[in-house]
């Protein structure tokens, strides 16, 4: 499968607890992004990646959230700390610079307890 | 601020009934619409709008830009129950093309 992947589909933890979450592009996408989704509504930006730079970070997005792309290719985003109010749906897109086309990962969903 | 609106927010038809799903933007320079279908997963891609009046057809699903409304339309003709789902519009603006400017959806369920 050469689509987008995110491991892991479903992660239910305690609130305090620091959690992770991987994604893995579609191979020759350049550029990486997250979003969160919650019931009801659309996607909401994180943050993104050209190669490995985060180009942008979601001002919405507090200080417990860290989103890295050490190598380029895959990303991984961890939330400390983590609060009720953080259970979503993760979501992982991957296009090529200068297409606005996005492809999105199956999404991690996370409950917070 | 920059803002894309859905209506409706949802609807429920028969077998066999067409819809037409209706997506409004209000964005600085403007680039592209995108509509895609989000079922209990992630949202999968449908259609990529530049230019207005020329419509993006795929089997039952057709779509059309009017740049002038501000407007996108998505049409589903025949409807199945597979086409129940969240129908997502997005904007991508020529200065912010790293992210994309998300409606809330108009929720679909087909009855058989």
């Known amino acids: 499968d050469t689509g987008v992947s995110q491991d892991p589909r479903h992660k239910i933890t305690k609130r305090g607890q620091n959690v992770t979450f991987r994604c893995d592009p579609i191979?020759?996408?350049?550029?990486l992004y997250w979003y969160r989704q919650t019931l009801g509504q659309g996607p909401e930006f994180l943050t993104y990646?050209?190669?490995?730079?985060?180009?942008?970070k979601s001002r919405l997005l507090s200080d417990r959230f860290s989103a890295e792309r050490p190598k380029g290719s895959f990303s991984t985003l961890e939330i400390q700390r983590t609060e009720q109010g953080d259970s979503a749906m993760y979501l992982c897109?991957?296009?090529?610079?200068?297409?606005?086309?996005?492809?999105f990962g199956p999404g991690t969903r996370l409950l917070v307890l | 601020e920059d803002k894309v609106v859905q209506s409706p927010l949802s609807l429920v038809v028969h077998e066999g009934d067409t819809v037409t799903l209706n997506c409004s933007y209000e964005?600085?320079?403007?680039?592209?619409l995108l509509w895609y279908k989000q079922e209990k997963k992630a949202p999968t891609f449908l259609f990529m709008l530049?230019?207005s009046g020329i419509e993006k057809k795929s089997g039952r699903l057709s779509s059309i830009l009017d740049k002038k409304e501000l407007s996108s339309i998505l049409n589903i003709t025949a409807t199945q129950t597979g086409d129940s789902a969240i129908y997502l519009c997005?904007?991508?603006?020529?200065?912010?093309?790293?992210?994309?400017?998300w409606g809330l959806g108009t929720s679909l369920g087909v009855n058989p």
């Open positions: 897109a991957s296009s090529i610079a200068g297409q606005e086309t996005q492809y």
């Open positions: 191979s020759e996408h350049n550029r």
């Open positions: 990646f050209q190669n490995e730079a985060q180009l942008e």
């Open positions: 964005v600085t320079n403007f680039r592209s």
């Open positions: 530049t230019s």
């Open positions: 997005a904007v991508n603006n020529a200065g912010n093309n790293r992210k994309l400017i």
